[in-house]
T-cell receptor, first 110, second 112 residues
Framework: EADIYQTPRYLVIGTGKKITLECSQT?????MYWYQQDPGMELHLIHY???????EKGDLSSESTVSRIRTEHFPLTLESARPSHTSQYLC?????????FGPGTRLTVL | QKEVEQNSGPLSVPEGAIASLNCTYS??????FFWYRQYSGKSPELIMS????GDKEDGRFTAQLNKASQYVSLLIRDSQPSDSATYLC????????????FGSGTKLNVKP
């Protein structure tokens, strides 16, 4: 079944740790995205990719980095987590139409 | 001015009524329009897409597009408490072809 997956779903981690949020999709979409969303607030685009070896920063400045080595995989990395990074991180993919979102990773940095 | 504007609500309707959600956009060249439903704590789910003027119906949902007025709406007939969520309008394909803009969402409460 074509879908988009994110792991972990929940992560509680201490300040200064390096973390990688995983995102994979089986729909064969070239375009993938990372959004950040706080509870009850708007979606903010932080990274996107239009294909392998293509990555761009989004509208919201973020200290995270991304890579796109395979079409189906778009991981997001925080080198040194801080409490200000506490948020929900949503991965999405698209082709010609609307975006399809994964279930999200809720990150808490203590 | 935001690219996509929505009333934040909450919009409260009784069970069984028609809920009407509205959205305006600023880029006259926009070509693709989407409605997402987002339950609290969950990710957005694509429920409707519309590309040409007029109405598009899918079950209890009807999307309406008026490009001349730069206006998109979503009607939910026979509203159910399970429809209570935040509804996001999204627009793409305008002046900046690759841009995809989300509205801030309208919170809908359907009262039993």
């Amino acid at each position: 079944e074509a879908d988009i997956y994110q792991t972990p779903r929940y992560l509680v981690i201490g300040t200064g740790k390096k973390i990688t949020l995983e995102c994979s999709q089986t729909m064969g979409h070239d375009k993938m995205y990372w959004y950040q969303q706080d509870p009850g607030m708007e979606l903010h685009l932080i990274h996107y990719s239009y294909g392998v070896n293509s990555t761009e920063k989004g509208d919201l400045s973020s200290e995270s980095t991304v890579s796109r080595i395979r079409t189906e995989h778009f991981p997001l990395t925080l080198e040194s987590a801080r409490p200000s990074h506490t948020s929900q991180y949503l991965c999405a993919s698209s082709e010609l139409g609307g975006k399809f979102f994964g279930p999200g990773t809720r990150l808490t940095v203590l | 001015q935001k690219e996509v504007e929505q009333n934040s609500g909450p919009l409260s309707v009784p069970e069984g009524a028609i809920a009407s959600l509205n959205c305006t956009y600023s880029d006259r060249g926009s070509q693709s329009f989407f409605w997402y439903r987002q339950y609290s704590g969950k990710s957005p789910e694509l429920i409707m897409s519309i590309y040409s003027n007029g109405d598009k119906e899918d079950g209890r949902f009807t999307a309406q597009l008026n490009k001349a007025s730069q206006y998109v709406s979503l009607l939910i007939r026979d509203s159910q408490p399970s429809d209570s969520a935040t509804y996001l309008c999204a627009v793409s394909g305008g002046y900046n072809f690759n841009k995809f803009y989300f509205g801030s969402g309208t919170k809908l409460n359907v009262k039993p």
